[in-house]
């Protein structure tokens, strides 16, 4: 076994020189979303870093999330990543079934109980005394309690997991809940998107071989690293919003130009996540540069904020005139309305009324 | 000849350059107070392309701009790593790739010698025993 081998042992082992070490941190830094200048700390601690135990359990999902992941397009580092973890119970992945696979996951918890890393997707339904979906005879929901007891933290992939996604949609017939939801006394850290992009799932468990600690999070308990700024902040087709230069159906001139899809119902000004950066496929595009708004996927309550072809709609309130203040004052919408969704997600379950574009973009 | 090609297709709303957002200007900005500040102070700068939001034809444009210089170098350590000088001297692209060909990350850097280029230390000490142990071996 190489069970105890430091992640730069392993990593020699293989064959890796020291500049491709040093690559290997450059390449680790970039997915962390961490500035280059934190190389030479990233590998003085990946040099040292030894092999957490990871649970990785699966509920009320589509496997979305797994695929994600497992088909990320930086396969050598992140491999090497998941090389270096031991993955101890998945039960998608692991050849193991039936009362060997579960077998798995009773050993890896005895052994490093209170030390393990708990991964979680999908959402626990907790109608019928959570007998929607079993693994094994358990219920989702006796599990998650379970093996989060012995949990050193929990990472909740995709929007199901962190804040309940589709399965919680209106009018959620499961009772499915999220994760933070139904367990406290745990550090938790929610990594939503559906699915989230490969590159920040692998980010996040990197941040912990690294550190060894959970990164810097936001109100919605998001690293902020990967979702401290939102989309439409980040967009390449901002200049177009702030020019008023806008695209009205999906094949008229503006569209054919590129201009901004506030106007078809991009979700980007309340959206927090890294498309427009870390992008998709092999880093080839995004939603947004491909000709489609965002739809927010990463964002609680997704599912019931409206349709997605509609422009932005804002919670109605005491905020709005804040919103609209601040827009009238040439703040850029996207940073009130970041405010609004920073608050809490019960929020986003208020009425929305529909404001125009004139409203936010009105000297 | 396959019936599909009896389709007509006319390849239409590819954005003219004019179209494009401009965000290469900004990164060129960059580039510019990170040389003021290695002439003044000699502290090298390192930018991360894939950190910046780019739209269709932005990176194209910034490498169009800051051109070849006199310095190619490829390493070969965990897959190939292209390091060249640009026109501006001082101003180095250099391209992780990995062992598969994929992008890995790309870096701008602002150095007088990118640390890809140059040797660690560490391998400096196991190089002079490695070569020591062959000429006693030769010896023998």
Same mark, same amino acid.
């Given at each position: 076994?190489?069970?105890?081998?430091?992640?730069?042992?392993?990593?020699? /082992?293989?064959?890796?020189?020291?500049?491709?070490?040093?690559?290997?941190?450059?390449?680790?830094?970039?997915?962390?979303?961490?500035?280059?200048?934190?190389?030479?700390?990233?590998?003085?601690?990946?040099?040292?870093?030894?092999?957490?135990?990871?649970?990785?359990?699966?509920?009320?999902?589509?496997?979305?999330?797994?695929?994600?992941?497992?088909?990320?397009?930086?396969?050598?580092?992140?491999?090497?990543?998941?090389?270096?973890?031991?993955?101890?119970?998945?039960?998608?992945?692991?050849?193991?079934?039936?009362?060997?696979?579960?077998?798995?996951?009773?050993?890896?918890?005895?052994?490093?109980?209170?030390?393990?890393?708990?991964?979680?997707?999908?959402?626990?339904?907790?109608?019928?005394?959570?007998?929607?979906?079993?693994?094994?005879?358990?219920?989702?929901?006796?599990?998650?309690?379970?093996?989060?007891?012995?949990?050193?933290?929990?990472?909740?992939?995709?929007?199901?997991?962190?804040?309940?996604?589709?399965?919680?949609?209106?009018?959620?017939?499961?009772?499915?809940?999220?994760?933070? +939801?139904?367990?406290?006394?745990?550090?938790?850290?929610?990594?939503?998107?559906?699915?989230?992009?490969?590159?920040?799932?692998?980010?996040?468990?990197?941040?912990?071989?690294?550190?060894?600690?959970?990164?810097?999070?936001?109100?919605?308990?998001?690293?902020?690293?990967?979702?401290? /700024?939102?989309?439409?902040?980040?967009?390449?087709?901002?200049?177009?919003?702030?020019?008023?230069?806008?695209?009205?159906?999906?094949? +008229?001139?503006?569209?054919?130009?590129?201009?901004?899809?506030?106007?078809?119902?991009?979700?980007?000004?309340?959206?927090?996540?890294?498309?427009?950066?870390?992008?998709?496929?092999?880093?080839?595009?995004?939603?947004?540069?491909?000709?489609?708004?965002?739809?927010?996927?990463?964002?609680?309550?997704?599912?019931?904020?409206?349709?997605?072809?509609?422009?932005?709609?804002?919670?109605?309130?005491?905020?709005?005139?804040?919103?609209?203040?601040?827009?009238?004052?040439?703040?850029?919408?996207?940073?009130?309305?970041?405010?609004?969704?920073?608050?809490?997600?019960?929020?986003?379950?208020?009425?929305?009324?529909?404001?125009?574009?004139?409203?936010?973009?009105?000297? | 000849?396959?019936?599909?090609?009896?389709?007509?297709?006319?390849?239409?709303?590819?954005?003219?350059?004019?179209?494009?957002?401009?965000?290469?200007?900004?990164?060129?900005?960059?580039?510019?107070?990170?040389?003021?500040?290695?002439?003044?102070?000699?502290?090298?700068?390192?930018?991360?392309?894939?950190?910046?939001?780019?739209?269709?034809? +932005?990176?194209?444009?910034?490498?169009?701009?800051?051109?070849?210089?006199?310095?190619?170098?490829?390493?070969?350590?965990?897959?190939?790593?292209?390091?060249?000088?640009? /026109?501006?001297?001082?101003?180095?692209?250099?391209?992780?790739?990995?062992?598969?060909?994929?992008?890995?990350?790309?870096?701008?850097?602002?150095?007088?010698?990118?640390?890809?280029?140059?040797?660690?230390?560490?391998?400096?000490?196991?190089?002079?025993?490695?070569?020591?142990?062959?000429?006693?071996?030769?010896?023998?």
């Amino acid at each position: 076994m190489t069970d105890d081998l430091t992640l730069g042992e392993r990593l020699r /082992q293989q064959g890796v020189s020291r500049r491709g070490f040093l690559k290997f941190c450059a390449a680790t830094a970039s997915m962390m979303a961490l500035p280059p200048s934190m190389i030479p700390a990233i590998a003085a601690s990946l040099e040292k870093a030894k092999r957490p135990s990871v649970i990785w359990l699966s509920f009320q999902e589509c496997t979305g999330c797994t695929e994600s992941l497992t088909r990320s397009h930086a396969p050598t580092v992140e491999s090497l990543i998941f090389e270096h973890i031991s993955l101890d119970y998945h039960h998608t992945l692991q050849a193991a079934a039936g009362d060997a696979a579960e077998h798995a996951r009773e050993e890896a918890m005895q052994e490093h109980y209170g030390k393990y890393l708990l991964v979680v997707d999908g959402s626990i339904p907790t109608g019928e005394n959570g007998n929607y979906s079993t693994i094994a005879g358990i219920t989702n929901l006796a599990m998650l309690q379970e093996v989060a007891a012995g949990a050193a933290a929990i990472i909740s992939v995709g929007t199901c997991a962190a804040y309940g996604g589709l399965p919680h949609a209106d009018p959620n017939p499961t009772g499915a809940k999220s994760v933070e +939801d139904l367990i406290s006394g745990k550090p938790i850290i929610n990594v939503p998107g559906c699915p989230p992009i490969p590159t920040v799932i692998t980010g996040v468990l990197a941040h912990y071989l690294t550190f060894g600690t959970l990164p810097e999070l936001d109100g919605l308990r998001r690293p902020k690293a990967f979702y401290g /700024q939102n989309i439409h902040d980040r967009c390449y087709r901002r200049p177009f919003y702030e020019r008023g230069e806008f695209a009205e159906t999906f094949d +008229d001139e503006g569209a054919k130009k590129g201009w901004c899809l506030y106007k078809l119902g991009c979700k980007g000004p309340t959206t927090y996540n890294a498309c427009a950066t870390a992008k998709w496929n092999e880093g080839t595009s995004w939603p947004v540069e491909s000709g489609h708004g965002c739809i927010g996927c990463s964002e609680p309550n997704f599912w019931d904020a409206g349709g997605f072809y509609q422009a932005l709609s804002e919670p109605t309130g005491d905020a709005g005139g804040t919103l609209l203040g601040a827009a009238a004052a040439g703040v850029a919408a996207g940073v009130a309305a970041g405010v609004l969704n920073r608050r809490s997600k019960a929020d986003a379950a208020e009425a929305h009324e529909k404001i125009t574009v004139e409203d936010l973009t009105r000297d | 000849m396959s019936s599909l090609d009896a389709i007509k297709v006319a390849v239409e709303g590819i954005p003219a350059a004019a179209d494009a957002a401009a965000n290469a200007l900004p990164v060129l900005h960059e580039i510019r107070h990170a040389l003021d500040k290695l002439a003044a102070s000699g502290e090298p700068t390192v930018i991360d392309l894939s950190a910046i939001p780019f739209g269709p034809g +932005d990176l194209k444009q910034l490498f169009a701009t800051l051109g070849k210089g006199e310095v190619e170098a490829s390493v070969n350590a965990f897959g190939e790593t292209r390091v060249s000088e640009t /026109q501006y001297p001082g101003v180095w692209l250099v391209e992780h790739f990995s062992p598969q060909g994929n992008d890995l990350a790309t870096h701008i850097e602002v150095t007088r010698l990118p640390s890809m280029l140059v040797t660690p230390e560490q391998d400096i000490a196991d190089a002079s025993a490695a070569l020591t142990l062959r000429l006693q071996q030769d010896h023998d």
